[in-house]
Every structure is written in structure tokens, then in C-alpha cells.
Nanobody, 115 residues
Framework: QVQLVESGGGLVQAGGSLRVSCVVSGIKFWIDTMGWYRQAPGKQRELVATITVGGNTNYADSVKGRFTISRDNAKKTMYLQMNSLKPEDTAVYYC?????????WGQGTQVTVSS
């Protein structure tokens, strides 16, 4: 059974940094595209960043220059380094992957940025 487990969320002051991680288990083949999404209270889930197995990245305009997505293919792990955090970055951050016909979501990790 495929499972995605996020970790590393928490409470941080504005201007601070956090790194969230996502480990994928139960999959026996390469994962094509992985991504981070977030959902703030009362808002729709939105894309934060994606990364392909070849390392090509894509970022939402709101996080460009502040967040960095990376992955370790051998460990089936993805990271999101978040710097210069702002209160508007407060949300539940979800890990997601797509490979062939398969896709799955993690349960989410809360990131709260205080002003």
C-alpha cells in the first residue's frame, strides 16, 4: 500500500525557516513528479512547488526565491526548505506524487508562521 508521510511542520516566527519532508513507501518503481501543495483555512488547496525525477522544478510565484524543493530519488524522499517565512505561508502542507496512472497524497503537516 502506497503511503506518504510528511514531517517537519511547526510554529515559527515571521522571517524564520522550516524544512518539511515527505517519505514515500510501498512503491516499487520510480516516482515521476512530486510536489508540495498547501491549504490555508477557508481557501482552496494550491500548488507550492513540483519537482520531476530529473530535477526540473516549478514554483508558485508567491514562494519563488524563498522556498526550495528537492528530492532524494533513492530514498523516495522529498523536501521543502522554506526561508523568509511570512504569516501568509500558514497552511497545511501536503505532499503529492504522480507516476504513470498512480498518484497519492499525504496526510499533511501544519506550518504556522506568527507575525
Amino acid at each position: 500500500q502506497v503511503q506518504l508521510v510528511e514531517s517537519g511542520g511547526g510554529l515559527v516566527q515571521a522571517g524564520g525557516s522550516l524544512r518539511v519532508s515527505c517519505v514515500v513507501s510501498g512503491i516499487k518503481f520510480w516516482i515521476d513528479t512530486m510536489g508540495w501543495y498547501r491549504q490555508a483555512p477557508g481557501k482552496q488547496r494550491e500548488l507550492v512547488a513540483t519537482i520531476t525525477v530529473g530535477g526540473n522544478t516549478n514554483y508558485a510565484d508567491s514562494v519563488k526565491g524563498r522556498f526550495t524543493i528537492s528530492r532524494d530519488n533513492a530514498k523516495k524522499t522529498m523536501y521543502l526548505q522554506m526561508n523568509s517565512l511570512k504569516p501568509e505561508d500558514t497552511a497545511v502542507y501536503y505532499c503529492h506524487f504522480v507516476t504513470g496512472p498512480e498518484n497519492a497524497w499525504g496526510q499533511g503537516t501544519q506550518v504556522t508562521v506568527s507575525s
